[in-house]
């Protein structure tokens, strides 16, 4: 299984990206998907994640309302649509997944098999 992750960039304080995590090698519904984000010297934070099949989406409190999750099982790509983002949320974004049937989803990177490349989110004030 690989994952490629991508469309990080540089936007101001409330603007917006999507970013986008490539499954190939796998079938992404087949996996539960999760997006963590990491800074320097801190840990890798999860940030959203979904069950199989795109079920029982959860997002960590200081995202709600303003990031979210979706699959495109054609395309075998999930994304992260981030709107009104915030210098605090300046990160390396990774996609991760894990094979597997589970009762709720983890943010614990631990939890994953699989990671992609990671791709910068800058966001300045």
């Keep these: 299984v690989q994952l490629q992750a991508s469309g990080g960039g540089l936007v101001q304080a409330g603007g917006s990206l999507r970013l986008a995590c490539s499954v190939s090698g796998a079938t992404l519904d087949y996996h539960e998907i999760g997006w963590f984000r990491q800074v320097p010297g801190k840990e890798r934070e999860g940030v959203a994640c ?7 989406t959860q997002y960590v409190d200081s995202v709600k309302g303003r990031f979210t999750f979706s699959r495109d099982p054609d395309k075998n790509t ?3 649509q981030m ?21 709720t989803c983890s ?3 631990q939890y994953y098999g699989f990671w992609g490349q ?7 004030s």
Excluded: I
Excluded at 50 to 56: A, D, M, S, V
Excluded at 83 to 93: G, M, R
């Design 118 to 124: 990671g791709t910068q989110v800058t966001v300045s």
């Design 107 to 109: 943010f614990s990177p």
């Design 83 to 103: 709107n009104s983002l915030q210098p605090e949320d300046t990160a390396v974004y990774y996609c991760a997944a894990h094979w597997g049937v589970s009762n």
């Design 78 to 80: 999930a994304y992260l």
């Design 50 to 56: 979904t069950k199989r099949y795109g079920e029982g």
